[in-house]
């Protein structure tokens, strides 16, 4: 084997290759150059996005190949949507802003993709073709009944969406989570006919994280889509005990919600509920396999007594997470065509990313069984959890279903990774707009700013909201020691999915109901003469007492109108 000698590079040569490099960056940057002063290069160009690529992720990829794929702004987008944040906000009023209808999320050219028929005798290398050749139809047929611009984020990894066609076509009834704060967003309607219509499964939706809005807000939802799909089966679902500290319907007076303590005990309370309504859809033929009332009970039980015994359960989860682990790695390889099983009820959860489905899964068991992160696509498989040796969970990745929402949108509701988001300004906009970002974290207009000297209100923009958080959060830059607005934005970002800045959307009419009103003037009188009576004993009160005010129990808003009105 001949022997090649490392041969010198000489600073001469480097210096030629580096002028090179820089010249062949000059020459790609002004191709992209846009001329600002135009009017007409200052919205975003249709052109100027990428073009439409199929591309899958090959076999033997392992877990790279469950990664989900987005299309990615380009270097004109990305200056175009940063200029618009630096515009004075315009201020969108509840009833235009904060409303969130099925015809504004989706359409009925927007559908999903279904496995297409198969037979148990063919082989996985032609099943898998028949469906490569059907996804791809379906992604060209979607490109080209909308505009490129009208489809927000949606998945373009068919592993993903296999994921979900196995879950369905083994789980005997589907629970679909969706968050209560944008619950529209997350109730696809093409999954529901599929899961209803074309796989007639029984479909259980499951309103979690109850504990970020106001009771009058649940309600609400609650009596909307019993009005959109009167079959559609209703549950909620709160994780962590904590209560409702933000009244998400008056936005003059809200505040950032307090951070939640790390060490969380999950909340069993309502398990029983959702176990009820399992109970309700559940066919005859597989009635009997579970004991739903003892089942029940016995979830009603525990969370009785979970307060006494937090510390014991807390001790439980290090020995028996492992063995959970292996129930969970034994799906993995599941084949293209299993049977639905005659020995167990299986539940299959599905949705979005960062909805609450492991996190669900965690309180049904009282430990952690299942990983949970704010990272979209963290579960990438399908996960079978045991309940009980005739009831089974099945936990399905979270993948994003096409729609027509606004892209910032979808980031404020986790669907993207946040810590991936290439602009993240216009989505800080999009809740300026909607919710006082600047109020709520106690901003202060720069003091050198010529309005404020001149007696004018400060007009603030995104761009203005993320620089005055990042100084007073500390955010510099290594080099030139500015405030980082890209890292102050995102941390806004992670504030709005943790719900401590919460953006919360209505049923249409919302606003407008006699029946919100009357319960808005009553808790409204409520609390004034609930103050007033404070203010006429504070005189007795110490001043330990002052420091750590105890919670005062509110009574729901939608308390007037009983379960019958919704």
């Known amino acids: 084997m001949p022997f090649h000698r490392k041969k010198p590079f000489s600073a001469k040569k480097k210096k030629v290759q580096l002028q090179s490099k820089r010249a062949t960056k000059r020459e790609q940057h002004s191709e992209n150059d846009v001329d600002w002063n135009s009017p007409e290069d200052q919205p975003i160009v249709a052109s100027a996005k990428p073009a439409f690529k199929l591309q899958q992720p090959v076999a033997g990829d392992g877990r790279n190949k469950l990664t989900s794929q987005f299309d990615k702004l380009?270097?004109?987008?990305?200056?175009?949507?940063?200029?618009?944040?630096?515009?004075?906000?315009?201020?969108?009023?509840p009833r235009e802003g904060l409303i969130m209808s099925f015809d504004q999320a989706y359409s009925a050219d927007v559908d999903i993709p279904v496995r297409p028929e198969w037979e148990y005798g063919e082989s996985k290398e032609q099943l898998e073709e028949r469906e490569l050749e059907y996804f791809n139809g379906w992604l060209e047929r979607l490109q080209e009944s909308k505009d490129e611009s009208a489809v927000s984020l949606y998945e373009k990894n068919l592993e993903v969406w296999r994921q979900l066609w196995r879950v369905v076509e083994i789980s005997d009834i589907m629970l679909l989570i969706v968050d209560i704060r944008h619950p529209v967003l997350h109730?696809?309607?093409?999954?529901?006919?599929?899961?209803?219509?074309?796989?007639?499964?029984?479909?259980?939706?499951?309103?979690?994280?109850?504990d970020l809005v106001a009771e009058t807000t649940v309600q609400a939802w609650m009596h909307y889509f019993k009005q959109k799909f009167p079959s559609v089966v209703l549950?909620?679902?709160?994780?962590?005990?904590?209560?409702?500290?933000?009244d998400d319907t008056k936005l003059a007076d809200m505040k950032m919600r307090k951070s939640r303590p790390r060490k969380r005990t999950h909340d069993a309370r309502l398990v029983g509920d959702l176990f009820a309504a399992c109970r309700s859809v559940c066919e005859k033929s597989k009635l009997d396999l579970v004991d739903w009332n003892e089942l029940i009970a016995r979830y009603t039980d525990d969370a009785e007594e979970e307060d006494e015994d937090e510390d014991e359960d807390k001790d439980e989860q290090d020995g028996s997470s492992d063995e959970e682990e292996s129930d969970v790695e034994e799906m993995e390889n599941t084949g293209h065509g299993e049977r639905v099983n005659s020995k167990y009820v299986t539940l299959g959860l599905v949705g979005h990313p960062n909805v609450g489905k492991s996190t669900i899964i965690n309180s049904i068991m009282q430990r952690t069984v299942v990983s949970t992160s704010r990272t979209p696509g963290h579960t990438k498989h399908f996960q079978t959890i045991h309940v009980t040796p005739t009831l089974r969970l099945c936990?399905?990745?979270?993948?994003?279903?096409?729609?027509?929402?606004?892209?910032?949108?979808?980031?404020?509701?986790?669907?993207?990774?946040?810590?991936?988001?290439?602009e993240p300004y216009t989505s800080v906009m999009y809740l300026a707009e909607r919710v006082p970002v600047e109020r709520i974290l106690t901003l202060q207009p720069p003091v050198d700013n010529p309005d404020l000297l001149q007696g004018i209100d400060y007009k603030w923009s995104a761009w203005s909201i993320c620089e005055a958080f990042a100084y007073e959060r500390g955010f510099y830059t290594s080099k030139g020691a500015r405030p980082d607005v890209y890292r102050a934005a995102l941390h806004i970002l992670r504030w709005v999915l943790d719900g401590?800045?919460?953006?919360?959307?209505?049923?249409?009419?919302?606003f407008d109901s006699l029946e919100y009103l009357r319960a808005a003037a009553k808790e409204e009188e409520q609390q004034s003469r609930g103050q007033e009576s404070k203010d006429s004993s504070t005189h007795e009160a110490s001043s330990d007492d002052e420091d750590s005010p105890q919670p005062v129990a509110q009574q729901s808003m939608f308390a007037l109108l009983g379960e019958e009105s919704c």
């Open 395 to 422: 936990d399905c990745p979270g993948l994003v279903f096409p729609c027509v929402v606004e892209r910032p949108m979808q980031v404020l509701a986790g669907l993207y990774n946040i810590a991936q988001v290439q």
């Open 74 to 93: 380009s270097r004109v987008e990305i200056e175009a949507n940063k200029r618009r944040s630096m515009q004075p906000l315009k201020r969108l009023d």
């Open 500 to 510: 401590r800045i919460l953006l919360s959307f209505k049923p249409p009419n919302f």
């Open 235 to 246: 549950t909620r679902f709160r994780c962590f005990k904590d209560q409702a500290l933000v």
């Open 187 to 210: 109730f696809p309607p093409s999954l529901y006919r599929y899961i209803t219509e074309t796989t007639g499964k029984p479909l259980v939706v499951v309103l979690n994280k109850i």
